[in-house]
């Protein structure tokens, strides 16, 4: 019967091939900086960051077995400005512009309604996609708001107003912190 410390050790290293590979996370993080870089260069001051499973470290390897065996990593990409420079569909359309317009990010690109996916290919069998959530800084106006209410006031400053769709191409503002949850 095994003992405590190999039963330790085979958990450990169960978990350790369901996280992404660090090869695979340095590639991630490649792609998504050159995001940021392309997007620089064509003129948008944007910043892009990690939200969620990446974010956390708890990336989940999907099953090779799977048709679309793709880890699923998720941004944001907050445009230089806040909820009053644009509006929630001007924002979605400064980002989509810019990637339809690159000759390596407009063939990678899927339009959603709440993000814009681009898939890169396989390593092995296994490959990534980016979704990308288009965000601006929120108002002040509603980070007072939330300033208030708060029982977490020094995570207020990293709100971002992010497009919601609501039907028929219709967007208005949501307001998120994925920054304050991670923290």
Request: glycine share 6%.
């Given at each position: 019967?095994?003992?405590?410390?190999?039963?330790?050790?085979?958990?450990?290293?169960i978990?350790?091939?369901l996280?992404?590979?660090?090869?695979?996370?340095?590639?991630?993080?490649?792609?998504?900086?050159?995001?940021?870089?392309?997007?620089?260069s064509?003129?948008?001051?944007?910043e892009?960051?990690?939200?969620?499973?990446?974010?956390?470290?708890?990336?989940?390897?999907?099953?090779?077995?799977?048709?679309?065996?793709?880890?699923?990593?998720?941004?944001?990409?907050?445009?230089?400005?806040?909820?009053?420079?644009?509006?929630?569909?001007?924002?979605?359309?400064?980002?989509?512009?810019?990637?339809?317009?690159?000759?390596?990010?407009?063939?990678?690109?899927?339009?959603?309604?709440?993000?814009?996916?681009?898939?890169?290919?396989?390593?092995?069998k296994?490959?990534?996609?980016?979704?990308?959530?288009?965000?601006?800084?929120?108002?002040?106006?509603?980070?007072?708001?939330?300033?208030?209410?708060?029982?977490?006031?020094?995570?207020?400053?990293?709100?971002?107003?992010?497009?919601?769709?609501?039907?028929?191409?219709?967007?208005?503002?949501?307001?998120?912190?994925?920054?304050?949850?991670?923290?």
């Amino acid at each position: 019967m095994p003992n405590v410390l190999e039963r330790q050790q085979d958990i450990l290293s169960i978990i350790s091939e369901l996280d992404i590979s660090p090869t695979m996370y340095s590639n991630a993080v490649e792609k998504y900086k050159a995001i940021t870089a392309y997007l620089e260069s064509y003129g948008i001051e944007a910043e892009m960051y990690p939200q969620g499973s990446f974010a956390f470290g708890t990336v989940v390897r999907p099953t090779s077995k799977s048709t679309d065996a793709n880890y699923d990593l998720d941004f944001i990409c907050q445009i230089k400005g806040d909820r009053s420079s644009h509006t929630p569909s001007e924002l979605r359309k400064i980002l989509l512009d810019a990637l339809k317009a690159s000759g390596i990010y407009e063939g990678k690109l899927e339009i959603w309604d709440e993000c814009f996916t681009i898939e890169y290919a396989d390593v092995g069998k296994i490959g990534f996609t980016i979704d990308i959530v288009p965000a601006t800084d929120e108002s002040e106006e509603k980070k007072q708001s939330l300033l208030a209410k708060s029982s977490y006031p020094n995570l207020i400053n990293t709100a971002v107003a992010i497009p919601k769709h609501n039907g028929n191409h219709n967007y208005t503002w949501i307001t998120n912190n994925p920054r304050g949850f991670r923290q």
